[in-house]
């Protein structure tokens, strides 16, 4: 590649080069191949290779110690991904690849070390500087896994609308749980500040927690979910219960990852009462992906959709009936059911109406293809498109 004068490939070798060295743990040598690979890369102006080679420059720099230098790498590295994500989304997604797999590690190994560093500082200005650069690494990992899920611009389309992550209301909190290896990270993000607090359970005795709550709460007869929601309750809310209590909180935005997308938080239990009956609970999937401002407080325009019959092979949903009536009692509106809830009505509806609420009860069914996601309506299904 040198003697061809062919930059790209050089760096390439390079960069794969340096990945054998760190297999033999000789993490000097990687680092300093690496950073050859860098610098060819820059020659060429290659952002793909680039992302690449300032991830694993990161992790040889952080195996030698050097956690400065490591966050650095990691910086570039995000900012190189940020320049061709639509492009390797679109690779992923024709090779089969995860994004989960394949970039979310990126995301997750810098977060990690963010947090590390902020648990080591005195001055409160650095913390909130790197809690904040924390946080905001989370969300672009949100969004990147939902770009990547969606095939399509609407993720980055709505980003660029949306607030700034850390813009919430005086009695709110968002709470971005971080599930790494060795430990839980609570990020607490309030309006005037960040709070962090480390939980020690390691990664695969919490997901397998979260798999035992969810599993109990599908049994309808028993009461069997309790003590588990407890178990979860003390690793997600009492570490931070005071900090909610002393600034008055009223709700809780709630960011899951991973196997925290599967639980209801409001059915959490602190051994008295259930979470639900202390908060105002939301849950999004990141704050740059909506708009994080309250509903205008005045009469509210509200479409209420649901089915309580089996149809196309889906079980019946008996409490949805009762489920509407209780919302239009306290917020009036407009109800589709059963037989009314078709697919012509709604997009009449939302194309003739204004709605500021759209509820929708129903069976669902949600794969890794979106093309196979949808929401049951009474004559078909509303798909994503």
């Given amino acids: 590649a040198e003697a061809l004068h ?3 490939s050089a760096s390439f070798a390079l960069g794969l080069l340096a990945q054998a060295h760190a297999r033999e743990s000789r993490h000097e040598e990687a680092a ?45 590295a995000a900012y190189h991904l940020q320049l061709i994500r639509n492009d390797l989304i679109a690779a992923s997604a024709a090779s089969g690849s995860s994004f989960r797999a394949a970039l979310a590690p990126l995301y997750f190994e810098f977060a990690d070390l963010l947090l590390r560093r902020t648990r080591k500082l005195a001055d409160r200005a650095q913390q909130q500087r790197l809690l904040a650069e924390a946080r905001d690494v989370v969300e672009q990992s949100k969004s990147a896994e939902l770009q990547d899920y969606f095939q399509d611009g609407c993720v980055a389309a709505q980003e660029a609308r949306a607030a700034e992550a850390g ?14 290896a060795d430990r839980l990270e609570l990020l607490l993000s309030f309006a005037d500040g960040l709070i962090q607090v480390t939980v020690p359970v390691k990664s695969g005795e ?62 959490l239990h602190d051994g008295k009462d259930f979470l639900i009956r202390r908060y105002a609970l939301a849950t999004t999937p990141g704050l740059k ?3 994080p401002r309250p509903l205008p407080v005045r009469a509210m325009n509200v479409l209420l959709n649901g089915l309580t019959l089996p149809v196309q092979g889906f079980s019946s949903l008996p409490n ?15 109800q589709l059911r059963d037989r009314d809830y078709v697919l012509g009505n709604l997009e009449r509806e939302l194309r003739s109406e204004p709605y500021d609420i759209v509820h929708i009860a129903s069976h669902g069914q949600f794969q890794g293809d979106p093309k196979n996601s949808f929401l049951l309506a009474y004559d078909g299904k509303l798909t994503m498109d």
């Fill in 6 to 8: 062919d930059q790209r």
């Fill in 206 to 267: 919490l997901i397998e927690e979260i798999r035992r709550f969810r599993a109990a709460l599908e049994k309808r007869t028993t009461r069997e979910f309790l003590p588990r929601g407890q178990e979860l309750y003390d690793r997600l809310i009492r570490p931070i219960s005071e900090e909610l209590a002393s600034r008055g909180t009223e709700t809780i935005v709630f960011v899951p990852d991973g196997a925290l997308r599967t639980i209801p938080l409001a059915a």
């Fill in 167 to 180: 813009v919430v209301g005086e009695r709110t909190a968002v709470l971005y749980p971080v599930i790494l």
């Fill in 320 to 334: 949805v009936g009762n489920e509407l009536n209780a919302i239009e009692k306290l917020f009036g509106g407009k």
């Fill in 289 to 291: 992906l909506t708009e």
């Fill in 32 to 76: 300093r191949l690496s950073a050859r690979a860098i610098f060819l890369a820059q020659q060429i102006q290659a952002p793909d290779l680039l992302y690449r080679w300032h991830w694993q420059h990161a992790r040889y720099l952080l195996a030698q110690g050097d956690e400065d230098g490591a966050l650095t790498g990691y910086r570039r």
